[in-house]
């Protein structure tokens, strides 16, 4: 892709983000989310292989709708209430098509079908995207919105996510579908706290983007797309995919590492609002996510290729993983001894 092209997409991305989230109208809040979706079409497809530009496709039809539903949705409350203030979405229809929508945009079961296909599409820089900034703009005005959303319908999604997400990328060997269906995963805990204390869903949605762009950005250094990849990787960078493992099971959520904090206070919080059933039910679905990380990592570090033992280890030097990589990886393991600090600005 020409530079300059790619330097305009990218920086449409950032206008989009910024114009959704800093907006009270809903009409603004939608073109941010356009703004956001043509532009990164281009990145998707822009290998041209065939597999790229169905995910472009596949991308573009369920976000129009979505978006649709979303200014349906806006357009109905205005009409009854006079409105046009994202805070100010009192009606409960609207407030139902408004749930569809972002559930829509974000992944959430039962409307996840497309997440896992576009992310097997995509490159890698970009699946990072998807999974992380894309997100923002949703989570955004759920955030905005989260006082007036139904608690049944959200804990119903919260809990289906967690288990489908778990239960789907059991068998999966293409690393990107894996995180996909970690990321409905973990937007099943975002959203299930959501209603009781939406800042924790901001942080919690914080730490998960800090792991999961560590992992991505780890993956394209060792241009690791599968399973079988990801044991040759080992010979070429050991010390990478040894944090590699450790951030793998800090999205787990094992502790001491920074991954634990977010599901042990939303835990904490749902047992404060007396929904104890939800938190056991969504707590032991995490483990079906916990077996499919632990094989990650065990495919990263311990399992070694069936290799003449002169070529277990290469002679050339390696390309340096970038400062970013090493900076998010530390993040992502060593941030639990500074939960009293997170605590206090939640």
Request: with cysteine; charged share 5%.
């Amino acid at each position: 892709m020409n530079p300059y092209a790619k330097l305009t997409f990218s920086l449409s991305l950032v206008l989009g983000t910024a114009i959704t989230i800093s907006s009270n109208h809903w009409m603004t809040a939608w073109t941010g989310l356009e703004i956001n979706t043509l532009a990164i079409i281009p990145l998707i497809s822009k290998s041209h292989h065939p597999r790229a530009i169905e995910a472009a496709i596949k991308y573009f039809l369920v976000q129009a709708a979505a978006s649709t539903l979303l200014l349906f949705s806006s357009m109905i409350n205005a009409w009854h209430t006079g409105q046009w203030d994202i805070t100010q979405l009192n009606h409960p229809t609207s407030s139902l098509l408004l749930t569809t929508a972002i559930a829509m945009k974000l992944g959430l079961v039962p409307f996840h079908f497309w997440f896992p296909e576009v992310l097997q599409g995509s490159p890698l820089i970009t699946a990072m995207l998807l999974s992380t900034v894309m997100k923002f703009p949703p989570i955004t005005i759920l955030f905005l919105t989260s006082h007036s959303l139904s608690p049944t319908l959200l804990t119903t999604m919260a809990i289906a996510s967690a288990a489908l997400g778990g239960w789907m990328g059991l068998n999966q060997t293409q690393i990107r579908k894996i995180l996909a269906f970690s990321s409905i995963s973990h937007l099943g805990w975002m959203s299930i706290i959501l209603i009781y204390n939406p800042k924790l869903t901001l942080a919690t949605f914080y730490i998960y983007c800090t792991m999961t762009g560590a992992i991505f950005l780890t993956l394209n250094t060792t241009k690791s797309f599968k399973l079988s990849t990801m044991m040759t990787s080992w010979t070429k960078t050991p010390v990478l995919n040894t944090t590699l493992m450790m951030t793998l099971l800090s999205l787990a959520g094992l502790p001491p590492l920074t991954g634990f904090l977010p599901k042990w206070l939303i835990i904490q919080e749902l047992s404060k609002q007396d929904m104890t059933a939800p938190a056991t039910i969504i707590a032991i679905l995490s483990l079906l996510s916990l077996f499919f990380y632990l094989r990650l990592a065990y495919y990263s570090t311990i399992t070694l290729p069936p290799n003449p033992t002169n070529l277990m280890k290469q002679w050339h030097a390696n390309k340096p993983a970038s400062t970013l990589t090493a900076t998010l990886s530390s993040m992502s393991t060593l941030l639990l001894p500074l939960s009293p600090m997170i605590l206090a600005l939640i």
